[in-house]
C-alpha cells in the first residue's frame, strides 16, 4: 500500500494570518520553494527547514504534514 505526504501549510498560513510571502521571509527560502511545498511537489524537505516552518509558524511537524492513503496504488499492485 503506498500513499501521499500531504503539506498543510495553506491551514497553517490562514490560522497564523500569515501571507506565503511573509512565512517565505520568516524561514529563508524563496517564494518559488515555498511554492512547490504549498502544492505539494516537493520531493523531499530538509529537517531544518521543517524546523523553520514550525517555528515560524508556532506549531508542530505534524500540523504541517499529513500522510494519506492513494487508493488508486492499491489498484495498481494487483493488476
Known amino acids: ?3 501521499d505526504i500531504i503539506f498543510n501549510i495553506d491551514v497553517m498560513l490562514a490560522k497564523r494570518k500569515m501571507s506565503v510571502t511573509e512565512l517565505a521571509d520568516r524561514v529563508g527560502i524563496t517564494i518559488t520553494n515555498m511554492s ?6 516537493a520531493k523531499a524537505i530538509k529537517v531544518s527547514t521543517l524546523a523553520k516552518l514550525c517555528a515560524a509558524l508556532e506549531c508542530q511537524p505534524g500540523d504541517l504534514l499529513e500522510y494519506r492513503e492513494n487508493p488508486e496504488a492499491d489498484e495498481e499492485e494487483a493488476d
Open 36 to 41: 512547490i511545498l504549498k502544492t505539494g511537489k
Open 1 to 3: 500500500m503506498e500513499g
